[in-house]
């Protein structure tokens, strides 16, 4: 069955762009996009909507981080960092500035493809659970989200967040006051046990973190129980 998922591939190695893109055809995606400049990359999102977008880190006419910045201005599309850059550091920057995942070189073009299934999985069934089930506005004292309208508003004052972002909000919301693992954070929401790193959940936890005002130093919304996992406790207030 052919997978009709529109992907943007932006890295400037030939090789590698045509390697992923006999991959992905191969295994039944047939909507694919190239870039191999920041440039190319902009002006194809320009042109046109993705449901994911691949992003090499080196590119010659620019930094990835900085695209990915960039992209992020145009489109919540899931982006996965595909680079040679594989310091924590690397992977602490992509991951912070909007990134949903990191894949460092050499790499199997597999499991590339599996990550790409896993985060368009998610995502459709997220999709899914809002438009046909979810029809509940958590509501706060300090913050109130509507995962209907993808509408997250902190002290009255509405708040820009990736779908990863809302995603892992919408999974906190529900299960308040339950603990969960690092690791499980990541299988429920990410949607793979075998690949992930705990390190994207940290992350992600902490740019939620402080879109909610949660003191980084002593959080009391998202906390952290060392050596056990991470609690939601919702401000003081009525969810309806």
């Known amino acids: 069955m052919t997978d009709h998922a529109r992907i943007l591939i932006v890295d400037d190695e030939m090789g590698i762009l045509k390697m992923l893109d006999i991959t992905l055809k191969r295994e039944h995606f047939s909507n694919i996009t ?12 320009e042109e046109k909507e993705f449901d994911i977008i691949l ?20 489109t919540t599309a899931p982006i996965l960092f595909i680079s040679a850059r594989s310091s924590d550091f690397d992977k602490l920057t992509g991951l912070s500035i909007g990134g949903d995942d990191y894949i460092t070189k050499p790499f199997n073009p597999l499991e590339v493809v599996a990550r790409i299934r896993a985060i368009l999985r998610r995502q459709r069934v997220y999709e899914n659970r809002i438009g046909l089930f979810e029809k509940k506005i958590y509501e706060y004292n300090t913050f109130s989200f509507s995962p209907d309208e993808a509408l997250l ?21 529900k299960n308040p006051n339950r603990v969960f693992t690092t690791s499980k954070i990541y299988e429920l929401v990410w949607g793979e046990d075998v690949f992930g790193e705990e390190k994207t959940v940290t992350i992600h936890i902490a740019k939620l973190r402080k879109k909610l005002g949660d003191h980084s130093r002593n959080p009391t919304i998202i906390v952290n129980l060392r050596g056990i996992g991470y609690k939601f406790i919702p401000p003081t207030g009525d969810t309806r």
């Open 153 to 173: 508003t902190v002290h009255g004052e509405a708040v820009k967040a990736t779908a990863k972002e809302l995603e892992l909000l919408h999974f906190f919301c």
């Open 34 to 45: 190239t870039a191999s400049t920041k440039e190319e990359a902009l002006r194809a999102i």
């Open 55 to 74: 992003l090499d880190v080196m590119l010659p006419d620019g930094d990835g981080f900085a695209l990915c910045s960039a992209i992020r201005q145009q």
